[in-house]
Every structure is written in C-alpha cells, then in structure tokens.
C-alpha cells in the first residue's frame, strides 16, 4: 500500500514536500516514482528513483523537482520548489519491484499506486 500526503494550495514560486509511505512494499526492492495527472490531461512522470538511488527526472521540473528515498523509513519523498501554476494536478506515488524496466517515466511500467495528493498552485 501506498500512502501520499504533503499536497496543498501554494503561491506560485512556493515550496511543497510529498511524502509517500510503502507498507508491505520494501523501497529497495525496485523502482519508485512520482506522476501527476491535471484535469483533461494524461497522467505523466516527473520523477523517478531507483534501488540505487539512481533519478530520472522530467525535463519540465528538472531543477526544480528532487526525488529521495529513505529506505530506513520506507518512505519516498518529492521536493517542489519554484511551484509554477502548471504543476498543478494530482500527485501519485508509484512502484514497480525489480531491476529492469521498459520506459521510466511510463505510468504503464508501475504496478502498485497511492490514491493522490492534490497540488494546486495558484
């Protein structure tokens, strides 16, 4: 199970911390990541970390977007800085075990998924 929180209402140039807490789902047992989907719009990837800590990150929030790990706390994180009104949109956490995948920053490589928390910047 994935839990997502830390989504809220920011002014544009803000600041905003996701967190997503795996149960039953070892952080260090393959890929994790974060998408979003706004209103009318596919879901897309904006960041991605693997078992080695290795990231990829979406070329729209590179600079602007980290994404960590803490294995200790099974805990994925997203920092957002420089919040800009088109980051708006619902933010999932995802996982896919293993060490190899197709595409990643693809919602069809990731199995497992939180319900979302809301971002919205204004």
């Known amino acids: 199970q994935l839990v997502e929180s830390g989504g809220g209402s920011v002014q544009v140039g803000g600041s905003l911390k996701l967190s997503c807490i795996a149960s039953g789902y070892n952080t260090e047992s393959g890929y994790m990541g974060w998408f979003r989907q706004a209103p009318g719009k596919e879901r897309e990837g904006v960041a991605v970390i693997d078992v080695d800590g290795r990231t990829t990150v979406a070329d729209s929030v590179k600079g602007r977007f980290t994404i960590s790990k803490d294995n200790g706390k099974n805990t994925l994180y997203l920092q957002m800085d420089d919040l800009k009104p088109e980051d708006s949109g619902m933010y999932y956490c995802?996982?896919?075990?293993?060490?190899?995948?197709?595409?990643?920053?693809?919602?069809?490589?990731?199995?497992?998924w939180g319900q979302g928390t809301q971002v919205t910047v204004s």
């Open positions: 995802a996982a896919r075990p293993g060490t190899q995948i197709a595409s990643l920053l693809s919602p069809q490589s990731y199995s497992s």
